[in-house]
Nanobody, 120 residues
């Protein structure tokens, strides 16, 4: 059974940093890609970043390139999202996700989400 549990959200001032963590179980990163989505109030979910260990590929949304960094630890079964230079428009619920068909495809599994609020 795939399980995804996020942590690390919170309230931060613009320009600040946060590190999100996702503890996963039920698969390994050799078997599946993993990433982060976010959903701001009144908006559709959007992909933030995705890592494919099997393909040796990392994707970022244009809006976060240069500010966010995704990383993973297959042995510890953790995925991280380091978020720097945060902006108010980064405010959203952030979800750890697994797209069974790979990065860039619709996620099949979602964590419970963690709230990130960036004040101006």
């Amino acid at each position: 059974e795939v399980q995804l549990v996020e942590s690390g959200g919170g309230l931060v001032e613009a320009g600040g940093s946060l590190r999100l963590s996702c503890a996963f179980s039920g698969f390994t990163l050799d078997d599946a890609d993993i990433g982060w989505f976010r959903q701001a109030p009144g908006k559709e979910p959007e992909g933030v970043s995705c890592i494919s260990s099997s393909a040796g590929r990392i994707d970022y949304a244009d809006s976060v390139k240069g500010r966010f960094t995704i990383s993973s630890d297959n042995a510890q079964k953790m995925v991280y999202l380091q978020m720097n230079s945060l902006k108010p428009e980064d405010t959203a619920v952030y979800y750890c996700v697994v797209p069974v068909l790979g990065c860039g495809r619709r996620p099949d599994y979602w964590g419970q989400g963690t709230q990130v609020t960036v004040s101006s």
